[in-house]
């Protein structure tokens, strides 16, 4: 870090020379810019790892103001993210710790995510998965969301998402009629359930959050106030899980 403070503050100073104040508020000469720059880059040529190791400060500080505001926006959250009524719950209801996933069922990330989740819930019986139904890829998406959403009324959803997710990912209405009578629900009642404003206002409700939370893709977990992002492996979700169990 000794290494790495010099030319820290020289860029510092040549940013503010470059708005035209510095903090003490004198502005810079263009003869003392001109300096600056020029010693800046004798350090750099003497030695160009400085550069790549600035940065990599820099993005380790981005990381952490990043990671920051992610649980402060997850705490700000808790309640709708972790007790939204009406939420499709898997695993155990009464679990001590609850996953929360924001997936899409035509993700092959999340399709992929399918065995590890199930083997989570399978060595741990103490836990409750809330499912966050975000369609971010296209009107197949939407509609495959809509489907499993409605399918609640039957007691289905998990029945429906586990089939559809196991299927084609190119989902369109014949999908999910065909779905729908293997897992045996009313395809008739579906139809007209699906076209509950209840259903996309819980669609839109679930995107706003995932908005809200700089989810950019999916699989997303939260658990406690740890969010995973992408495919994981279930290692890590078992840590998380044990990091917030303990809090």
């Not at 510092?12 to 600056?36: C, M, V, W, Y």
């Not at 020029?38 to 400060?57: G, H, K, N, V």
């Not at 649980?71 to 959250?77: G, K, L």
């Amino acid at each position: 870090m000794r290494r790495l403070f010099p030319v820290l503050v020289l860029a510092t100073l040549l940013a503010a020379g470059r708005s035209g104040h510095a903090d003490s508020g004198q502005k810079f000469t263009p003869e003392q810019r001109a300096e600056i720059v020029t010693i800046l880059r004798e350090a750099l040529a003497a030695d160009p790892t400085i550069l790549r190791d600035a940065i990599d400060a820099l993005q380790r500080d981005e990381a952490r103001k990043e990671e920051a505001a992610s649980r402060a926006a997850i705490a700000q959250m808790r309640e709708a993210l972790v007790h939204s009524a009406g939420d499709p719950i898997g695993g155990n209801p009464k679990g001590d710790v609850t996953v929360v996933e924001f997936y899409d069922e035509r993700c092959p990330f999340c399709r992929g995510m399918l065995p590890i989740e199930a083997e989570l819930l399978r060595r741990d019986h103490n836990i409750r998965l809330v499912f966050k139904d975000i369609p971010i890829l296209g009107p197949g998406s939407r509609l495959a969301a809509r489907a499993v959403l409605a399918a609640q009324h039957q007691n289905g959803y998990e029945k429906l998402h586990d089939a559809l997710m196991g299927g084609t990912p190119n989902i369109d209405t014949e999908v999910v009629h065909a779905a729908a009578l293997k897992v045996g629900l009313d395809w008739a009642r579906l139809q007209r359930d699906m076209d509950d404003p209840a259903i996309e206002a819980r669609i839109e409700a679930n995107l706003k959050m995932a908005r809200a939370l700089h989810i950019d893709g999916t699989p997303t977990y939260i658990i406690g106030d740890a969010m995973l992002s992408g495919a994981v492996e279930l290692a890590d979700l078992q840590n998380a899980v044990a990091a917030a169990r303990k809090r």
